[in-house]
């Protein structure tokens, strides 16, 4: 390249959260924009033969991507041919790919007949010679390009270790919760976003679709998650985002309902950046992400949320009619083949007539009909439904007790006869074992015999305590149980008429109906296991 009088110079500045330290804190002043600014303008104004033509800033970007606005736009006027030299204060502002960096700077420039100068690494092309070009600027942007991989390693890391802590350290909060102002890191429940949150999965649990959901919150005002946080103030951006004013949509509501955030699960770690290059992120199988437990108060019940859940594996079947799910859906199967029920609707002279066949029988797979009436299904359930609840109603003694000591089961398990017979098995084997020792000084065994009836049992010994915790366990578990089916009941007697079967009182009271042929049915109801138990201590 030939020197010419005057180089019409471009300054390029460039700062990134690479310049910080690993906490995310204190930029390095020497690298900041205001210094970089400085050093640069100074070192055009000793030399004579450069004048500036433009700054050209890019503050927040990284280093190993070159798609940066300002440097796009610095490449246009080179391009152009207003500018014929970058100058930059060192070459880890240019950039950190030594790759891209030497291709820009050994081939691109050269091209364009572009002078570049790195003022802290000596580096001028006009005057350096081959050795420097072939040798020194390849060697310190490799060095740089290590650095970045280290810097991102080391973040990496840093970042995996808060998530397994359970602290949240992503830029934004889902929604229904804000961050405690004391503590980035820790969730709280935003009251009002929380409150639509309930509102969705008690409308799901009610029979709504997903789509039904969206257009009742469109049609009351309420702002979508990313209008809602724009709302606040927040400078928030999503990939979901639409033209104009976001709305609720089928997905966005679906979103909340299968997010394990809402029971207190802090769920991190979901996608990964395929290179510290590359800004393009891989979904992660779920096995993988990083899970952790009651890191923060939640906003659903564990018992709604999981109802839920199962109500969402049938939602694609919704009534035309009501756009919500048909009475049965997901709760009817066939006793035999286990697959569910179809609805089907006969019309004569006028007169509608409901009823369901199994699946298979009418895809033509096998089975039979196992034909039932709706209305008919509906009397039933309902009437056991109802003796269901009077049945509750029964132990309610028992299960408010049972709650005011926080289901203190305790002197309830002396009642249980299975732990009295495991624990009747193990008095008599620790017996045995504990006798051994006075049997071996009595010379009634020897040390051989000591050391093979000890281990014999020691080993059943310890296969009988974990029996007998394995059953304390189950018994806690079917009262805490009888507990929330009682304080379900009476909440939904509230405000509910146990007159009508309704979606909502069927899904919340009924796990599954099988039918079996000549109408036979088998009726699941929720918390049910256990009952058995409490009714031989009642």
């Not at 065994?445 to 007998?468: G, P, T």
Request: glycine share 4%.
């Amino acid at each position: 390249m030939s020197k010419k009088d005057i180089y019409d110079v471009a300054l390029y500045l460039r700062l990134s959260r690479d310049d910080t330290d690993i906490d995310g804190r204190n930029k390095t002043e020497s690298n900041s924009i205001s210094s970089q600014r400085d050093l640069l303008r100074a070192y055009v104004q000793s030399h004579d033969d450069l004048q500036i033509f433009d700054i050209y800033i890019d503050d927040g970007y990284s280093g190993t991507d070159f798609n940066r606005p300002e440097f796009e736009r610095m490449l246009e006027d080179i391009y152009a041919g207003k500018v014929n030299c970058v100058i930059v204060k060192d070459l880890s502002r240019f950039g950190r790919d030594y790759i891209e960096a030497g291709r820009f700077i050994q081939k691109t420039f050269p091209a364009f007949n572009v002078r570049f100068i790195a003022v802290i690494d000596n580096y001028d092309s006009l005057l350096a010679d081959k050795s420097e070009q072939a040798l020194v600027l390849p060697v310190k942007n490799f060095v740089n390009d290590s650095y970045c991989r280290d810097i991102s390693m080391k973040v990496k890391a840093h970042q995996k270790v808060k998530r397994l802590e359970g602290k949240c350290i992503s830029a934004f909060t889902v929604y229904g919760y804000l961050k405690n102002p004391d503590d980035k890191n820790q969730l709280i429940i935003d009251d009002y976003a929380a409150d639509i949150v309930r509102n969705i999965f008690l409308w799901k649990i009610a029979g709504m679709s997903l789509g039904a959901i969206a257009n009742k919150l469109n049609d009351l005002g309420i702002l979508s998650p990313m209008e809602y946080k724009k709302s606040l103030g927040m400078k928030y951006s999503t990939g979901f985002q639409s033209v104009g004013t976001a709305k609720w949509a089928a997905a966005s509501v679906k979103r909340i309902l299968i997010n394990r955030v809402y029971i207190g699960y802090m769920e991190q770690g979901k996608q990964e950046k395929i290179s510290y290059k590359i800004k393009k992120r891989v979904i992660k199988p779920q096995e993988e992400w990083i899970q952790v437990k009651n890191t923060h108060k939640a906003i659903i019940s564990e018992r709604d949320f999981y109802l839920v859940q199962e109500l969402l594996k049938f939602d694609g079947r919704i009534s035309v009619d009501t756009d919500t799910a048909n009475l049965f859906t997901g709760i009817l199967m066939c006793a035999d083949c286990k697959t569910p029920m179809i609805k089907r609707v006969n019309t004569y002279k006028g007169k509608k007539k409901v009823f369901y066949i199994c699946q298979t029988k009418n895809k033509s797979l096998g089975c039979s009909r196992h034909s039932t009436s709706e209305e008919v299904l509906k009397k039933i359930i309902l009437k056991e439904i109802n003796y269901w609840s009077d049945l509750m109603t029964s132990y309610s003694e028992i299960m408010d007790t049972l709650s005011e000591i926080n289901i203190n089961y305790e002197q309830v398990l002396e009642y249980n006869t299975q732990i009295g017979v495991l624990r009747n098995e193990y008095n008599k084997y620790y017996g045995l074992k504990s006798s051994l020792m006075t049997y071996l000084k009595e010379e009634l065994i020897d040390k051989q015999e000591f050391d093979e009836l000890h281990c014999l049992y020691a080993k059943k010994c310890d296969e009988l305590e974990l029996a007998i915790n394995n059953q304390r366990a189950f018994v806690k578990k079917m009262f805490q149980n009888g507990v929330a089916a009682k304080a379900q009941l009476d909440k939904y007697k509230e405000t509910k008429d146990l007159g009508e079967l309704t979606r909502e009182l069927l899904v919340t009271m009924v796990s599954k109906v099988y039918v079996h042929e000549k109408k036979k049915l088998d009726i699941v109801f929720r918390f049910c296991n256990g009952m058995d138990t409490l009714d031989g201590i009642s």
